[in-house]
């Protein structure tokens, strides 16, 4: 109960959810099959609507890439005059 209460009441402005690499292997950190990094994927994006967040897709790419996207994301927007 008291995680429930943390997570709604406690809020991020933004989640961000990274959209899988088409290369995807197992190691001895990333243990999951593909199919099962994508259950929990799914699940992961399920909680985030039950707990009210829009996340916010992060293409799949090279890392460069996503993090510009991220810092896009969050950077502040000038404001028009």
Sequence with gaps: PGVES???TRRYR???F???LEAYEQ???RMESRD???QIGAEVLECYGEYGYEPVMVPA????????FVLAQTSPKPVDP
């Design 14 to 16: 933004k989640v961000f």
């Design 6 to 8: 943390w997570l709604r």
């Design 36 to 38: 099962l990094a994508q």
């Design 61 to 68: 790419g090279p890392v460069a890439e996503r993090v510009a």
């Design 27 to 29: 190691s001895q950190v």
């Design 18 to 20: 990274l959209e899988p």
